[in-house]
Every structure is written in C-alpha cells, then in structure tokens.
C-alpha cells in the first residue's frame, strides 16, 4: 500500500496560482499512475491530471492550459500547479495513486485539501 499526503491548498483570489503537492509513503517510481482529482459540494469527484510511468499526460477540459502536473520519483512527490484560478475551481483536491498489487489495480487516495478560489 502507498499513504499520500496532500499540502498546498489554501484560499486564493481568481486568477492567482497555488502549487499542490502530494507526498507518498514510499518509492513512486513504479506506481502507474499519480494524479489529481477534485470534488466541489454537491459534485461527483473528477479528474483533473493524471501523469503515468510512461509519462502520458491527461487534464481534464476545463483546466487544460492553466494547470499543470509534474512527477519527481526521486522526491515520492507529484506536483499540481494551477494558474488563472477561478471560483469553479473551488474543490477539495485528492490526490491518487493507480498501481498493481496482487495481480491486481488498486487505488490509494489521500484526504484531501481545501482549494478556494475567491471572486
């Protein structure tokens, strides 16, 4: 199993940035996936980036171009800058880890942090 630690949230007027990290217990290296989801009151939980071994890279439409995920293996850390905030973007983020145990795909989710972007 891998614990991930979220930090970096925060409240933030629109069209600031804030940098989201999330901290794993262990290696990352082989972990298929790390990604970012969020979830807003009332709203299923969604993903925002996601960055694969193989370096594949995916966002969802509505933060395509404003935000950003990196992967340091060598840190167990990955990274999620956002830039040009805005109110929409209010969540709780998640962070992820898709990774093969036991013959199988398993999930690990962190707690969460707080992002609000104020109007």
């Known amino acids: 199993q891998v614990q991930l630690v979220e930090s970096g949230g925060g409240l933030v007027q629109a069209g600031g940035s804030l940098r989201l990290s999330c901290t794993a217990s262990?290696?990352?290296?082989?972990?298929?996936?790390m990604g970012w989801y969020r979830q807003a009151p009332g709203k299923q939980r969604e993903l925002v980036a996601s960055?694969?071994?193989?370096?594949?890279?995916n966002y969802a439409e509505s933060v395509k171009g404003r935000f950003t995920i990196s992967r340091d293996n060598a840190k167990n850390t990955v990274y999620l800058q956002m830039k040009s905030l805005k109110p929409e973007d209010t969540a709780v983020y998640y962070c992820n880890a898709f990774f093969e145990m036991h013959d199988d795909y398993v999930n690990s989710w962190g707690r969460g942090t707080q992002v609000t972007v104020a109007p």
């Open positions: 262990r290696s990352i290296f082989s972990i298929y996936s």
């Open positions: 960055h694969t071994t193989g370096g594949n890279i």
